[in-house]
């Protein structure tokens, strides 16, 4: 298998294209003949990380690189930042508004949902300035089905 | 209490069942489905819905498709007589996920397709 990589970068508050680079992502290791069963654990834990980045922020980014062992996305954001990590991976805590949750997010699972897809993830956030959200899946045969 | 094995149920039939209208892939209405999962809360289908299952909700926004595609979604089926636009009609259309929607209420919706066999995503079986 190849390798890969790429950006694509993200507007806040741009719902109608919230979910277009994870899909885009989809597409791309759809192309590269990666499993399913991991193809669907990228999706959903980069679809994830997009919708937290335009939920809350002004501008972010999403930067994957695929290798033959591991892929790893990287979503950083312009916004206001986490004041608790701790608190925010834990399930059904969010600071999310009212219409964020009419429109089915916001419900605290963001988080706790990327980690429970990738194999490592880092949350880095400074109040003010940003958060990067970091997480890799591995492709090596036994892991790319230990968590399907 | 008696254990009923899962059954898998035609989308066509799953139409005609619920009185419901197809709004997008009217072709694929021969689509096998093993599984449904309902929810109105989009990361609850993204943590908790397994692959090739049925989606059931009220929400109609871009975003139930964009989830209906990372979490391997067959098809959908809108409550309550919920119409999304035609901007999430078309994504969907882009995304081959058949659109259905139903007057039914969630509970009667869900309650339809228990009867006839069709189980949750949990792995439970009643």
């Keep these: 298998m190849s390798s890969s990589e790429g950006v694509f970068f993200l507007t806040g508050k741009d719902f109608k294209n919230a979910g277009a680079a994870s899909s885009s992502l989809k597409g791309i290791l759809e192309g590269m003949g990666i499993p399913v069963a991991v193809i669907r654990r990228v999706s959903i834990a980069a679809f994830e ?53 009419e429109m ?7 988080l706790p949902n990327i980690k429970k897809n990738a194999d490592h993830l880092t949350v880095n956030s400074l109040a003010g300035e940003g958060t990067t959200v970091e997480f890799s899946i591995n492709l090596s045969p036994a892991e790319a089905t230990s968590k399907a | 209490m ?9 989308l066509g039939d799953i139409r005609d069942l619920l009185h419901a209208a197809v709004l997008a892939r009217g072709e694929d209405m021969g689509m096998e489905i093993e599984r449904a999962y309902c929810a109105d809360l989009m990361s609850d289908v993204l943590a908790f819905s397994i692959s090739n299952s049925l989606l059931i909700t009220g929400l ?35 995304k081959k996920i058949p659109l259905l929607v139903t007057d039914l209420s969630m509970f009667d919706t869900c309650g339809l397709l228990f009867e006839k066999g069709l189980r949750s995503c949990s792995g439970l079986e009643f």
């Design chain 2, 60 to 94: 109609t926004n871009t975003q139930v498709i964009r989830t209906a595609e990372v979490a391997t979604i067959k098809a959908i089926v809108f409550i309550q007589n919920k119409r999304p636009d035609i901007q999430t009609i078309s994504l969907a259309d882009e």
């Design chain 1, 104 to 110: 089915g997010f916001g419900s605290g699972m963001g």
């Design chain 2, 2 to 10: 008696v254990i009923i094995a899962p059954s898998i149920m035609i």
């Design chain 1, 49 to 101: 990380a997009e919708m937290n980045a335009i939920i809350y922020a002004v501008a972010g980014m999403m930067s994957y690189s695929i290798t033959p062992e591991m892929i790893k996305i990287r979503v950083q954001d312009m916004g206001p930042g986490i004041e608790n990590i701790e608190l925010a991976m834990k399930e059904g805590y969010s600071t999310a508004p009212d219409y964020i949750r």
